[in-house]
């Protein structure tokens, strides 16, 4: 399985939008300070995730939250969401 997730930082306020076959190791690097954008925390969480069959279609599921540029349509996402 692939998957996009979003983190949530609440230190710099701020998503992350991203696309894995590995979430767990992501979440790691990320909180690490490997992943280079989210360096600038390190209290990132998941708070969203879907999954596909095709790394092409994850990569076009990220693609598309990320061409919205809205926070408001990730917050929206994460509301409807069932992660909880």
Do not use: C, P
Not at 6 to 34: A, C, F, M, N, P
Not at 57 to 70: D, F, T
């Amino acid at each position: 399985m692939f998957y996009i997730y979003i983190l949530y930082s609440q230190k710099v306020d701020k998503y992350y939008v991203g696309q894995t076959e590995d979430i767990e190791g992501r979440l790691i690097s990320h909180k690490t300070g490997i992943s280079k954008y989210t360096s600038i925390s390190d209290d990132w969480i998941l708070v969203y995730k879907e999954s596909f069959n095709t790394r092409n279609e994850a990569i076009r599921r990220e693609n598309e939250i990320k061409k919205k540029k809205s926070k408001k349509y990730i917050e929206w996402l994460i509301s409807e969401s069932n992660m909880d």
